[in-house]
């Protein structure tokens, strides 16, 4: 349906359409796919001349894209890359906070996450799996458990991204409970089948996690309120009672860009929020900052107690500790925090969980059907399905490849059941 030369261009300009699709993308008028600020491209211009250079590109050329400028066609080869993409490359020493924002505001540049400025945006199905590695991981590894019925993963975030938690929890065979302050997402992620149930009361939220325990439930219920109340008020529990009601914790709040919207500070509505960002900024990141490190307290209390929390690399220890918040080790000075990986009380997901699993040369599963065929989809289920039983079966495979490989074979095999696709 593209007006295109060769497959490959029309490939990229339909990825390109499915990141502004108004069904997919946070604020498609603006080109933000997702993240609050993971742009697409930097204005509609650069849409219109990239999809124009798009058109002609053939097998004998490389379309180059900095930061949302298209910078031309190259003459390559077959065996070349199509196009080449960068986003938000800054150097080190001119790198500040301000010296980012004014770059931006020049046309400089643009901070493309991982997927918008890229063209390759699939919801978070690109995610889920990981997030389900990683969960599973961490029963493994901070609980000595293979089986998780009756553990409970608290989070916050239904967005682009955080969204996947719930639905990596239930394949995860664990009981998730994930905060978000926009009813919207919300709803978005309970119509999709993501979230099973909704709570907007903390007591009904409380005594439905000690029900779903107790059955030893696999469930995914979504909060719907900030998730320091939530935190607060399981350490409220945990101290009163001496019962501890959740066993691992993390966060997917979009701190990458904590005072334009990414995180919601506790004292304020979703709506106060809106208008106190718009209106007194100065105001908004002092409640920010005041939210962050209540955040903090209620972890730490919770982690006394013997919850094991990391963070998942959305800057939630950076941005606490910049608050003034109790996350770094005994005896780390605050200008460590920012070079240093071991500096904070708490690991990163990918220091503690994932690492070791990159360094086998696994990773998360992520492949587009550009044909839009389900049985297509199905088709690429079987080979990869096919794949791994083949490297299952090869003599001498390690025990710790080994229990990788047959994770992700299941995955496969239960991909179809779980839904994944959402675009």
């Not at 069904?23 to 650069?46: C, D, E, I, K």
């Not at 493309?112 to 969960?135: D, E, K, L, N, R």
């Not at 409970?177 to 007591?203: N, P, Y």
């Not at 708490?346 to 360094?359: A, K």
Request: aromatic share 8%; glycine share 8%; net charge neutral.
């Amino acid at each position: 349906q593209y007006p295109a030369q060769c497959k490959q261009a029309a490939s990229i300009m339909l990825m390109i359409m499915n990141n502004l699709d108004r069904r997919v993308a946070q604020f498609p008028n603006h080109l933000v796919t997702y993240g609050g600020n993971g742009s697409v491209f930097q204005n509609w211009a650069q849409y219109l001349l990239a999809m124009r250079y798009l058109s002609e590109l053939t097998e004998q050329q490389t379309l180059v894209m900095y930061s949302g400028h298209p910078m031309g066609l190259f003459p390559s080869r077959p065996a070349a890359p199509r196009m080449v993409v960068t986003n938000g490359l800054m150097i080190p020493n001119y790198s500040t906070r301000a010296q980012y924002d004014k770059a931006y505001a020049m046309g400089n540049t643009q901070y493309g996450q991982m997927t918008a400025g890229s063209y390759c945006y699939i919801g978070p199905q690109g995610i889920v799996h990981g997030t389900t590695i990683t969960v599973l991981n961490a029963c493994r590894k901070y609980l000595q458990r293979e089986n998780t019925r009756g553990t409970v993963y608290v989070s916050s975030g239904l967005g682009g991204m955080s969204g996947a938690q719930p639905k990596a929890g239930v394949i995860s065979g664990v009981i998730s409970v994930t905060a978000e302050v926009d009813e919207t997402a919300v709803k978005k992620r309970h119509e999709q089948g993501w979230v099973d149930e909704v709570v907007s009361d903390l007591d009904a939220c409380v005594a439905r996690i000690r029900e779903a325990k107790a059955k030893g439930e696999v469930v995914s219920l979504a909060y719907h309120g900030n998730v320091v109340t939530l935190w607060e008020r399981l350490a409220d529990e945990a101290e009163a009672t001496g019962e501890i009601l959740v066993e691992l914790g993390s966060d997917q709040t979009s701190l990458h860009n904590p005072f334009n919207g990414g995180y919601y500070p506790v004292q304020l509505t979703f709506e106060e929020s809106q208008r106190v960002m718009a209106e007194d900024p100065a105001r908004f990141q002092e409640l920010v900052q005041e939210s962050l490190r209540r955040h903090a307290v209620a972890i730490n209390r919770l982690t006394a107690k013997g919850m094991r929390f990391w963070d998942y690399g959305n800057s939630f220890l950076l941005e606490a500790q910049r608050a003034g918040a109790d996350v770094l080790r005994p005896g780390v000075k605050p200008e460590e925090a920012a070079v240093s990986t071991t500096a904070f009380k708490y690991p990163s997901y990918v220091q503690d969980i994932m690492g070791d699993i990159f360094s086998l040369g696994f990773r998360p599963f992520r492949w587009v059907c550009t044909s839009g065929k389900h049985e297509d989809l199905k088709k690429t289920d079987v080979i990869a399905a096919r794949v791994l039983r083949d490297l299952l079966t090869e003599p001498e495979v390690p025990d710790r490849v080994a229990a990788h490989l047959r994770d992700n074979l299941l995955w496969i095999e239960a991909a179809e059941h779980n839904n994944l696709v959402v675009g």
